[in-house]
């Protein structure tokens, strides 16, 4: 409501600021500055005078609030109706009187607001109807007869004011002082366990998530962070009479600017606290990954706690304070939040854009889930209209974070190709890279319903319009078409590695290793098993059953010739030479194998028996047999020393040796 600028008596002194539509934070300067206007000693002049004033009467407090309100109405009667205003009765002296005793008793901390509930209506009683009467004399033009109780009802109400704002500003700094004698009565590592703490309580925070990798053991210890913000009842309530007050007298903008640079220093501390502060982009750009790793660490626990603790704190306060006005209190909330949000959604957009690594991918998964799960908590706090805008900049944020993943997953299809060397792995073991690309699907997986959801939501990314990949079906998704993709590539290079050995059993045992090493970290983790699903998981296992028969018959197919009973007779006798060349062969060609392959490793304890118990179940058998219907024909003594070298039980405990990857016996073979 606009005040009558032509008001000659009006002082300078004392502004009048209506409430309305604005920006609830806006205003140059601080409230301070209205109430430091006042010269309280030429107030109390004027009080003094009025004390010897007759016309006032003698009236209960009841008496004086109905004739005020009485004036109140006779009074916009005249404004509505362009009359001349009532005569201004002595119960409105008498009202600023009873308010200024008040005021100066809440001053000399006689007594408190919020301690004795009789006498604080009685002040807000006194501050209403004062305010009331101050903004409609105001409205009219100014005379003798108006402007000396406009300027005296100002004056106590500028007075009343000041008060109110100390008192509120008092209370609202309760918190900080509360914290900040918690920190001094702590030990020096209290911040970071307290971090740690939350940390771990908030490990549940994605219920997508089920591996115990990605799930810190949970805290017991409460947290203090549990109860933010740390206001006592009582004080939430005088906090609420204070704002209802000065609301209600006109002083919405200065009550709320109170209120929004409180608890904004409140909870920037609160986030300090959990080690959060905030960074440029620039800065980001800047970071090597370690640092920057940490700051995402603090950067997802924020974000979770602001989603599940200091979000619902500080709304449920708002709505308290600010419980007879909850338009105040959603703006009041949002301003302050959206504030907050938007600084997290810049941190996740300064992460986008620094340059892309495989490491990386986990962390923005995690920021990406972070995101996705604080949706459900902004649709909850803020009103339908800012919701809206601030969901639309958290899915956008999303957007961004998930064309990183998915750019920085396909790019392990590079990864793949650019291994090319042409240094055979020794010994046939595990590749560097197989287990390099295993471990990353696997930890991949384990983000498996996000990393569905990025893909699915840039398909087009690649610029593929359809599935190409043979061997899967249209019903697949994107993620398992490009799981498959990272698959079979890592085949063909395995496929390309083992042709680097020049021994075709070695390579056989390189493909065995490299094969059931897949297979176990499939089988490993029911997210990739369910993705490449159990056709591709029966045809592994062929190809694994191959390359054994394969190692077989390559090794051991022409030792067995040696033991073959056919060819040894020459007219129905057995041929004495040709059986002793036959046990010659055998014992070269055995102890070449056993010297070759005891060097090549098998690292997988079933693999390694698997083969040595198929070697057994040939060679075994065969030696024993060929070993007792022939060793008779040759003469015992050095004879018999020289051609049968071993016993049935030496070539037993001589297969047990195989695949040990014995380093006293090293050789390095193709």
Wanted: proline fraction near 4%.
């Amino acid at each position: 409501m606009e005040k009558n600028a032509q008001a000659p008596e009006k002082s300078a002194s004392f502004p009048r600021q209506h409430s309305g539509k604005k920006n609830i934070f806006s205003g140059p300067t601080t409230p301070k500055h209205r109430y430091e206007t006042i010269d309280e000693e030429e107030t109390e002049e004027k009080e003094g005078g009025a004390d010897e004033d007759p016309n006032i009467p003698d009236m209960s407090y009841d008496e004086v609030l109905e004739e005020v309100d009485c004036f109140y109405v006779l009074l916009s009667e005249s404004i509505e109706e362009k009359t001349d205003p009532p005569k201004v009765p002595g119960s409105v002296e008498r009202l600023c009187k009873t308010l200024d005793s008040m005021i100066k008793k809440y001053g000399k901390g006689l007594a408190r607001f919020g301690e004795n509930e009789a006498e604080d209506w009685l002040f807000t009683q006194a501050v209403v109807r004062v305010s009331k009467i101050s903004i409609k004399l105001g409205d009219i033009p100014s005379n003798s007869a108006t402007a000396e109780t406009l300027n005296r009802t100002s004056a106590v109400l500028q007075r009343a004011m000041a008060a109110l704002d100390e008192e509120f500003r008092s209370l609202l700094s309760q918190e900080e002082n509360n914290n900040n004698n918690n920190k001094t009565d702590s030990n020096p590592s209290s911040e970071q366990s307290r971090s740690q703490k939350l940390t771990a309580k908030l490990s549940s925070f994605n219920n997508n998530n089920n591996d115990s990798d990605r799930k810190p053991t949970e805290a017991t210890e409460p947290d203090p962070l549990e109860e933010f913000p740390s206001f006592s009842p009582e004080s939430i309530v005088a906090m609420e009479k204070i704002a209802s007050t000065m609301i209600a007298s006109g002083y919405e903008n200065e009550c709320c600017m109170i209120y929004s640079i409180s608890r904004r220093i409140a909870f920037k501390s609160a986030l300090n606290d959990l080690g959060y502060e905030n960074i440029s982009i620039d800065d980001v750009q800047r970071m090597q990954w370690e640092a920057l790793e940490g700051e995402i660490a603090t950067w997802i626990t924020v974000v979770k706690t602001c989603s599940t603790i200091l979000f619902t704190g500080e709304r449920k306060l708002c709505d308290a304070v600010f419980a007879t006005h909850p338009s105040i209190s959603d703006n009041m909330f949002c301003n302050m939040a959206r504030g907050v949000v938007i600084q997290l959604f810049n941190f996740a957009d300064a992460v986008v854009l620094t340059k892309r690594s495989a490491e990386k991918l986990f962390k923005i998964l995690d920021m990406y889930e972070c995101l996705r799960d604080l949706v459900p908590a902004i649709k909850s706090s803020y009103s339908e209209e800012v919701a809206k805008d601030l969901i639309s900049e958290a899915e956008a944020a999303m957007s961004r974070l998930g064309e990183a993943a998915v750019s920085i997953f396909c790019d392990l299809e590079n990864s793949i190709k650019s291994d090319n060397g042409r240094t055979p792995v020794p010994s046939g073991a595990v590749h560097p890279l197989t287990r390099y690309v295993m471990n990353y699907v696997k930890y991949a997986c384990e983000y498996k319903d996000s990393l569905e959801e990025v893909f699915q939501q840039n398909q087009d990314t690649k610029g593929s319009s359809g599935n190409n990949t043979p061997g899967t079906t249209p019903s697949w998704s994107p993620f398992q078409l490009q799981l498959i993709t990272v698959m079979d590539m890592l085949d063909a290079n395995l496929d390309m590695k083992s042709k680097l050995y020049r021994d075709s059993a070695l390579r056989y045992i390189f493909l065995m290793n490299n094969g059931r090493y897949i297979m176990q970290k499939v089988k490993g983790s029911n997210e990739i098993h369910q993705l490449m699903g159990d056709k591709w998981c029966r045809k592994r296992s062929t190809d694994l059953r191959g390359y054994h028969k394969n190692y077989q018959r390559d090794t051991w197919s022409k030792v067995l010739q040696c033991l073959n009973h056919e060819g040894l007779q020459v007219n129905g006798k057995v041929s004495k030479p040709v059986l002793k060349e036959r046990f010659k062969s055998f014992n070269a060609m055995f102890d070449e194998i056993h010297k070759t392959q005891s060097t090549w490793v098998v690292s997988d304890e079933q693999l390694q028996s698997e083969l040595r118990v198929s070697v057994s179940a040939v060679m075994i058998p065969a030696y024993r047999s060929f070993w007792g219907r022939f060793k008779q024909y040759l003469d015992s003594g050095r004879q018999t020393e020289k051609y049968i070298r071993y016993q049935p039980e030496d070539i037993e405990n001589m297969i047990d040796d195989l695949f040990d990857g014995n380093p006293t016996s090293m050789v390095r073979r193709r």
